[in-house]
């Protein structure tokens, strides 16, 4: 008995070493990236707004010192495309939320993108994808969907083409992250943005063919809309003054009675909560008005860390534990430091032009052996 305790505390410590040490590495080479590239690691084609963000006056969740019922944030939120500088591609969409209206500093940010399940849903698969994107954007992603089945389904589920507008599409943090409220009680939580008022589909959803093969990222041969329309039509769109207007919603579930044993199956961002038993409940409305400039989009940075006590991120014990996702992002704030460095460092690099003719537009060559 007390030499499985023994052995247990050591492969627990072996376990938090090789999580410091893919940290370690994930964070270098992510950082010198955003360094030398000039770059977001991901989401780099994107467009800040300002606006409000009000907490609702009779929320349905626990009371939280946080979430005060009525209370009112000067907001900027950022909506953006993974991974290519293109709107009219096959891709992830996103809206990242800051509780301030500021470049860097706000007591909560949520950064949450299209579709209910990511690509990867822990430290080693974020790893497995890490090292195939390495090899040329969208090209070697194949190989790592045949590895992982379950990343095809979130690949399917969360790429949009040619949405007509960030404000119809739905947004999930997709990773766990803590809730203590009044009562002291720790619970598990999930957020979202929905447009509102709510729409039945969002728009750009990908249609059977898309969904079977989100790999195959680039725009319609024929396709007229410029790599900027969708940034274009959002600023068209609140310079006409008509408001972006989404409801953020919780989704909160108990932590399980006991501390030891395994992890439950349900704390991996692979594993959507179902909606029957947890639903989403109502937390703030969110109107933005304004559009910032592309300096200002450039100069923003989201980061996990910027959150209150009560709204912790779990810790994370190995890399397989479904936490190490939010372990490497806490971690890559160096990414970010490092973007702004190369700004400052090189200048801030020129906004892209419309034209997929220019260098700077990257196009997936056809595909060897893709997935079944
Ligand atoms: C399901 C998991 C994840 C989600 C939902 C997510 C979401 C996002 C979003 C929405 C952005 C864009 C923020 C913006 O507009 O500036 C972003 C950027 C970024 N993410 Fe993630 N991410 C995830 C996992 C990771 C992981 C595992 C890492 C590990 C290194 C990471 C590192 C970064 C970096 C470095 C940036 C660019 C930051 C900058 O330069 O400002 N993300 N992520």
């Not at 190989?143 to 089945?149: G, M």
């Not at 720790?186 to 728009?203: C, I, K, M, N, T």
Request: hydrophobic share 35%; net charge positive.
């Amino acid at each position: 008995m007390v030499r499985n305790k023994f052995l247990d505390a050591l492969i627990a410590i072996y376990h938090r070493l090789q999580l410091a040490l893919v940290t370690l590495l994930v964070t270098l080479l992510v950082s010198a990236n955003s360094l030398f590239g000039r770059v977001r690691m991901s989401h780099e084609n994107g467009i800040a707004c300002s606006g409000r963000l009000r907490i609702v006056d009779d929320p349905k969740f626990p009371p939280h010192d946080f979430f005060q019922p009525g209370q009112e944030f000067a907001c900027r939120v950022r909506h953006a495309a993974a991974s290519f500088k293109d709107d009219a591609k096959l891709v992830v969409r996103s809206a990242s939320i800051k509780f301030q209206d500021d470049r860097f500093d706000s007591p909560l940010d949520l950064l949450m993108n299209t579709g209910t399940v990511p690509l990867f849903w822990n430290a080693r698969t974020f790893v497995g994808f890490m090292i195939s994107s390495m090899g040329g954007k969208g090209k070697s992603y194949v190989s790592y969907l045949r590895r992982h089945p379950q990343a095809a389904v979130g690949g399917g589920v969360s790429v949009r083409r040619n949405p007509e507008s960030f404000g119809r599409m739905k947004y999930h943090t997709k990773t766990v992250t803590g809730f203590i409220g009044r009562d002291g009680v720790f619970r598990y939580a999930r957020y979202r943005l929905v447009p509102d008022p709510e729409v039945e589909q969002e728009s750009g959803e990908p249609d059977q063919w898309d969904r079977h093969h989100a790999w195959l990222q680039n725009p319609y041969r024929d396709e007229t809309r410029t790599r900027n329309y969708l940034k274009d039509a959002t600023r068209a769109q609140l310079e006409a003054g008509n408001a972006l207007c989404y409801r953020l919603q919780i989704q909160l579930r108990d932590k399980p009675p006991s501390e030891e044993g395994p992890q439950p199956q349900w704390l991996s961002s692979a594993v959507p909560w179902d909606e029957e038993r947890f639903p989403y409940l109502d937390l703030a409305t969110v109107e933005l008005n304004t559009a910032l400039s592309y300096e200002e989009s450039m100069l923003t940075w989201f980061h996990m860390g910027n959150h209150p006590v009560n709204l912790p991120i779990p810790k994370a014990r190995s890399i397989d534990d479904p936490h190490s996702l939010n372990h490497l992002r806490l971690a890559s704030i160096w990414a970010r430091r490092a973007r702004l460095l190369s700004y400052r460092l090189r200048g801030m690099p020129k906004a892209f032009p419309n034209t997929r003719k220019a260098d700077d537009w990257v196009g997936i060559p056809p595909l060897r052996d893709p997935p079944g």
